[in-house]
């Protein structure tokens, strides 16, 4: 209906949702495990996941509206969200989509354009972005920290010092993310996001190998029915225990982020069946393949290393250190592409602004040629690109100098989008276009979903800042250790 040829099915959905939902988020489950205890560990993985389900079904009715079946499409998240909630009619063929998100006051038609939801929606979806790529630089330079660590106590054994200091590789992980993102858009990087996928089932599967043979030479399960302990020996304090707490819950949300990519998979299929029907058994097979791994990682995870587990569990194995510098290293390549995946609809959106506001400036519109060695035709870029885009990703490399930890910023990542993107705008937007009736039974059970998820939103935030702000007390800016 659009001239565009489809042809996506249920399977190759799925792939996309599985891909979506693991990364490198799955490494905090069994800390998270931790905080949480035997007993409610396992009931927020199961509990997050089915949220993320149900929510997921909402919102692939939302790809067309105001018809499920018949509606026009919506070809992004922000598109749906201002057709379904734009006090305007909106088409989303127009030239203008889901880039006018980006907030500006200058131009008084993309003022205009939707409600208060929309700029909201806005300024969560790229904050969490923004922040998702500080997080994967991080945790990038931590897995580079561990490869050296590892080999480091293989060779000197198992009691030498191998204390490692990580400024260096933040710095080198920034200056390859300068020359990928060079690249033109997000279609080019395809290559990068599928090498990517396959490293992040590698360093899954190796994690939940090593946790299974600790577990079973342990000869025991760790841990216990509550988590960790206040007080006493190995215990900690009760502030530090509700910070953690809390922030595990981010770190279990943050685990399960996947609405902000829904709509864009579902683009991919084709019809019939009509695509919300094959999204919804497409989100059924991925999400259920997630929990039920993550069920396993966090719960193995827990019994190997009880309250002691580590905030990313690699950092726990030093043997075999092949396998575990295996692991290391996928997770170091699936972050190179991951980091792409997620600034360049930032790059987009931003670099679209600016040529539509300056459009006779050469320094955003004059294409430059460069020729490379083995290479067909020319690289072309603009001075803009080269600048801004550079700059963008320095940006964010000194802010990963500056919050050298890793759980505390997958906590805050995970609470800032499971209330408004995984929840809010799915359940809000079903219930326009649904025509639900207020005051219903439906309506009432859908709110109060929403008010749920806006506590553990909270709770989760309260919990991470806290944590952010008693480790910057104990950390030394621009010295990352591991």
């Known amino acids: 209906d659009d001239g565009r040829v489809r042809t996506g099915t249920v399977w190759t959905a799925t792939t996309h949702a599985i891909t979506a939902v693991i990364g490198s988020g799955v490494l905090a489950l069994p800390w998270s495990v931790a905080q949480m205890g035997w007993v409610l560990g396992p009931i927020a993985l199961v509990g997050c996941a089915y949220i993320t389900y149900f929510t997921a079904c909402l919102l692939s009715d939302c790809y067309r ?33 889901w880039h006018h998100a980006c907030l500006s006051s200058d131009n008084h038609d993309h003022a205009h354009a939707g409600p208060r939801e ?39 054994g198992h009691g030498a010092d191998c204390s490692q200091e990580g400024t260096m590789y933040l710095v080198m992980f920034g200056v390859v993310e300068v020359v990928l993102s060079q690249l033109p858009s ?23 190998f090593l946790s299974a043979a600790k577990f079973a030479s342990n000869h025991r399960a760790d ?40 709509i864009e998979i579902q683009d991919t299929v084709k019809a019939p069946p009509s695509e919300n029907v094959t999204m919804k058994r497409a989100s059924l097979y991925g999400i259920g393949v ?40 996928a997770v170091v390549v699936h972050l190179v592409g991951a980091y792409q995946v997620y600034v360049q609809p930032v790059f987009a959106c931003y670099e679209k602004k ?20 083995g290479r067909r035709g020319a690289l072309r870029f603009t001075m803009a690109k080269l600048v801004l ?18 759980n505390a910023i997958l906590g805050l990542l995970g609470a800032a989008a499971f209330f408004p993107l995984t929840v809010y705008f799915p359940v809000t937007m079903y219930i326009t276009q649904a025509k639900v009736p207020r005051g219903s039974g439906k309506w009432v059970a859908l709110q109060a979903l929403n008010v749920g998820a806006l506590v553990v939103s909270l709770l989760a935030a309260v919990g991470s800042v806290a944590d952010i702000v008693q480790r910057l007390r104990h950390v030394t800016m621009f010295k990352t250790q591991l």
Not at 147 to 155: F, Q
């Open 65 to 97: 509206s105001p018809d499920p079946v018949h509606g026009k499409r919506n070809y992004t998240y922000m598109d749906a969200v201002r057709s379904c909630l734009g006090n305007n009619k909106y088409n989303p063929q127009t030239n203008f989509s």
């Open 118 to 156: 929309v700029v909201v929606c806005g300024i969560t979806q790229y904050t969490i972005l923004c922040g998702a790529v500080v997080g994967y630089t991080i945790t990038a330079a931590t897995g580079i920290m561990s490869v050296v660590r590892s080999n480091c106590r293989h060779y000197k």
């Open 186 to 208: 997000l279609e080019k990087v395809t290559f990068v996001s599928i090498v990517a996928a396959v490293m992040s089932f590698t360093y899954s599967f190796v994690a939940l």
């Open 223 to 262: 841990g216990t029915i509550f988590g960790s302990h206040i007080g006493g020996p190995g215990g900690v304090s009760a502030a530090t225990r509700t910070w953690s707490f809390l922030q595990a819950l981010g770190n279990i949300a943050f685990a399960y982020t996947y609405a902000m990519l829904l």
């Open 290 to 329: 997630t929990t039920a791994f993550y069920v396993s990682l966090g719960c193995v995870g827990y019994a190997a290393f009880g309250n002691a587990a580590p905030g990313n569990i690699l950092t726990g194995f030093d043997e075999p250190f092949w396998l575990v510098d295996l692991a290391n290293i």
């Open 354 to 373: 600016l040529r539509a506001r300056y459009p006779d400036a050469a320094f955003f519109h004059r294409e430059l040629a460069l020729r490379l060695p």
């Open 389 to 406: 885009r550079t700059a963008f990703v320095v940006a964010t490399t000194v802010v990963s100098l500056m919050l050298p930890f890793f």
